[in-house]
């Protein structure tokens, strides 16, 4: 992280200095609720979909819930967490830690040089934003499905430390939010749905608390659609993970809100999209790239989605979307 950026997050703030004097977390902060339920209203600006807040050093943060999502990023050495009363979940430097909002959390003492940031993510967030960045991509359906006002309330741990492109992002929101708060609120929105869209493709570094069998079984089969929807069939991931196709079905319309179809059928015009967008393939390769040998039957599913001919959205987007990349990629490099 950037020297400069790390030592403004090294100074003391009030609450921290009102700790060091002897007194414990300051509840009222936080609630106005007898139950220690973190309120975004309190903590946040009513307006934003996302904020930030610096982790409270110097004494234990004791059993809470917040009313939003948390992903929580330490960006120097390490900070101790709790979820649901599990054993300790030590998070190091450039790793993160999202949290549903029925999530029962509790830190440990954190030290001067152990600095964490939690993001405050709004429920719009993700019907907004995410709802146009997440689409087609089913591991990010499956963690909307964990961190869901309706699940287990898990958690999600995402060793990152080494994905440069995350790291990047992560110290740009962080600079725009809690250096530069008044910034384009439409930028940082871009930031974060950036951040999930590269966490969805990190399948490899998720730790996930300890998983029942129906949700084993979801994110595998979420894995596995991301990773082969050229050639992907219920047959063979059914095969694989030793259940039957009924039941399958059953596990993946109850964990991941859609059935196998549907969800292929998305990943797969998804990439197609991407294509149309970015690239001067031709259609008819795109079509078959994407695995889709009926032309025809492409062409219809594309325009119920898209609203217009695979052409006519190429005519339309690419141009806009060639400025929307130079945005992106700068992003992407930093502040």
């Given amino acids: 992280m950037n020297a400069d950026l790390l030592n403004k997050l090294y100074e003391v703030t009030d609450e921290e200095k009102d700790i060091l004097a002897g007194n414990k977390i300051n509840k ?46 330490n960006c120097s050495g390490e900070t101790v967490h709790r979820v ?17 909002t029925n999530a029962v959390h509790e830190v440990d003492y ?13 429920p719009e967030f993700f019907s907004t934003t ?30 990152v430390a080494e994905v440069l492109p995350i790291q990047n992002l992560i110290e740009n929101l962080i600079y725009s939010l ?40 979801a994110l595998k089969t979420a894995q596995y659609i991301e990773n082969s929807y050229r050639d992907a069939k219920l047959s063979v ?8 196709q009924v039941s399958l079905c059953k596990i993946i319309k109850k964990s991941l809100g859609s059935t196998f179809k549907n969800l292929l059928q998305k990943k797969r015009l998804a990439e197609a999209e991407k294509l149309i967008k970015n690239t001067d393939i031709p259609i008819t390769e795109i079509i078959y790239s994407v695995g889709y040998e009926n032309t025809n039957f492409f062409y219809k599913l594309f ?13 339309i987007y690419a141009p806009k979307n060639a400025m929307e990349n130079s945005v992106v990629n700068k992003i992407k490099k930093g502040r």
């Avoid at 954190?110 to 709004?122: L, S």
């Avoid at 309706?150 to 995402?158: R, S």
């Avoid at 250096?179 to 930028?187: E, K, Q, V």
């Avoid at 990190?202 to 608390?209: A, G, I, L, P, R």
């Fill in 28 to 73: 009222s902060i936080y609630t106005e609720t007898t139950d220690f339920t973190v309120d975004s209203a309190k903590i946040s600006e009513w307006e934003k979909l996302i904020d930030i807040r610096k982790h409270t050093r110097f004494a234990p943060f004791p059993k809470h819930k917040h009313n939003y999502i948390e992903l929580i990023y």
């Fill in 84 to 100: 649901n009363d599990s054993e300790k979940i030590t998070l190091g430097q450039g790793e993160l830690l999202l949290l549903g």
């Fill in 110 to 122: 954190a030290g001067e040089k152990d600095i964490a940031v939690n993001f405050i993510i709004k």
């Fill in 130 to 159: 995410m709802g146009i960045v997440g689409y087609g991509n089913t591991i990010y359906n499956y963690i909307m499905s964990e961190l869901s006002l309706k699940g287990d309330a898990g958690y999600i741990l995402f060793k």
């Fill in 178 to 217: 809690y250096f530069a708060p008044n910034r384009n609120y439409a930028s940082q929105n871009l930031t974060m749905g950036l951040i999930f869209s590269e966490l969805s493709n990190e399948t490899e570094n998720f730790d996930v608390q300890p998983l029942r069998y129906e949700r084993e079984i």
């Fill in 237 to 244: 991931i059914s095969e694989e993970l030793h259940i039957s």
């Fill in 303 to 315: 325009s119920e989605q898209f609203h217009c001919s695979p052409k006519t959205y190429r005519q």
